[in-house]
Structure formats: C-alpha cells, structure tokens
C-alpha cells in the first residue's frame, strides 16, 4: 500500500480546518501543515492533528507556499488539499480503495472538484477535475521500441473522487490583489495567469476591479507578443472597463474592432448592456441575441447563455 502525505497551506482557518482534517486524517501517513501568517487558532488546532507545523513567509505567491510545503513531504504519494475541502464518507471510502490498490507507475491523481455556485470565482462549471494527489518522486522511463526517447508526459489517472469544496467566503479580492502585485513586478502575466485573472474578473469581479485592471489589459493588447487569445480575453476586460467608466467612443472603437477580428459573446453582451442602459430595449436585445445565437464565449460562458438570457427576459417583461 502507497504512503501518502497531505500537505497544506494555511492562514487564518479556525472555522474550517478541524472539519477539513477530521475527513481525511486517517488516510493520511504524515499531515504538513505550512502556516503563511495566521493571527488565530489556526495552528493550535493544526497541532491537534500533528507536529508537523511550519512558517512560511507570505510573499504574495501560493507557488512558493506549495512548494515549501512539498519539500517537507516524506512519502509515496503528496495530497494537496485547502483548509475549505471536505471529503465525505462515500469518497473517504474511495480515496481509502484508491489508497489500497494505486498502480506505481501513476504519477498524477485527479479528482472531481466541486464548488457551490455563489462561491465560484473562476470557472464556468461546478465541477471540474483537478490534480490532487502527486507522486512524490518520479521515475523517469524510456519508451518506443526503437528511436527510444524517455517519456515526458506524467502518467494521469482521472478517479471517481469528488472533493467537496465548502468555503466560508470568496476570496476574490486577495487574489487581484496579488494579480496586481504580479504584473507591477514582473511587468506582465503570462498567458496562464491572464486567463485566470480574465475568468475571475467576468466571473467573480466589480465594476472597480475592471477599472483597476485597465492597465494591464491595456499592456497585453499593445505588446506585439501577446498571444491571440490572451489579447481577445484583454480586449473584452477593456470593453467592459470603458462602459463601467462611460468612455463610450473608446469603448465603441475596441468593441467594434474586436467583433470584426474576434467576434464573440462577450463583446455583443456589452454592447447590449450600452442600449439597455440607456433605453434602447429593441437594440438591446439584439445584441443579446447575437451573443446567444451567433457568437461563442472565450471567459464567461453566461455572456452567451443565462446572463443574456435574463437581460432578454427583463427586456420582454418591462415591454
């Protein structure tokens, strides 16, 4: 049978990490905690489960937190959970089978994640799959009976467990904060990142949050080295950004650019919101149409579906 470790970052997590624990501990071999700066009882419950418990400098960068973490793992396998998961008994008892019969040769274990609705901040889904379970130490393997190379790609088994996520609120707002923080060190984000910021704006951000990122949107439409879906995911940011801030030629200007190069859902759903705002409730709605029947997201998925859709049924009741 595999060894596992969980390893965890913290900070401030009183209200959740005894539950978070109390479901999975008995699967595990050795519990890390790594603890980023808590001002609660969080490591005094920690210390409950195990004496394992380490500081780790908080620097604006989960990465660096996940890292250090991992390097204090001892077993076969690392479990990389969060203080808000729950496993309940029907997946407890498929991690524990998991557990028993884990073929060495799998490097990578994914799990289905689930999150409620109202805490989602940046995907368009409830439930998608995720790593969660790594070998610790790989073993690299040649392949091919002949022109032999060693195999690059992680072997991956997607599983039927499914990791509850229960958080007690949204954390949105530390995370553009640290979008930020990146950008004005780094001097931009990379493809991967912007995507995220991208999804977690549309999805989870306020009007202020779109003017805050007028910058770095701004930036990754005019670097020639932007790839092309980061700068129709940059275009759509400013679209929204200039609406929220009445810059209307602007906003009119990019939008009509965009629809011409890379028409889609969300540039037809602000154009709609520019009418609807302003009284045009026929030319409105079809925009909003457009956005459902014509054009496809590349961010959020309810700018071509229930979001429009609800601005058309709003637009069909006050008329």
Known sequence: ?????????????????????DSIQDL????????????????EIAAQYTDKIYDFAWVDDFSAARNFAFSKATCDYIYSADADEVLDIENHQRLAMLKQYLLPEIEIVQMHYLTRNEYNTTQNYMDEYRPKLYKRLRTFTW???????????????????????????MHNKRDFHIFKNTFEQQGALSPEVFNMYAKELFISGADWDFT?????????????ATPEEMVQEAQCILAHAY??????????????RTLHDFPCSEICFEIGEYFRLRGDCEEAGNWYKMAIEETEPVIDIRRGGTLAEERLRELH???
């Open 1 to 21: 049978m595999m060894t596992f470790s969980l390893c965890m970052i913290v900070k401030n997590e009183e209200a959740v990490l005894a539950r978070c624990l």
């Open 317 to 319: 009741k006050t008329h």
């Open 243 to 256: 609406l929220v801030e009445n810059k209307i030629p602007e906003f009119f200007d990019l939008a009509f």
């Open 28 to 43: 595990m071999d050795e519990i890390i905690i790594v603890d980023t700066g808590s001002t609660d009882r969080t490591k």
């Open 212 to 224: 805050e990122a007028l910058t770095i949107a701004k930036s990754a439409c005019d670097d020639p």
């Open 143 to 169: 392949i091919h009976p002949v022109h032999e190379v060693v195999r690059l790609d992680p072997v991956v088994f997607d599983s039927d467990i499914e990791i509850i996520h229960l958080p007690q609120s």
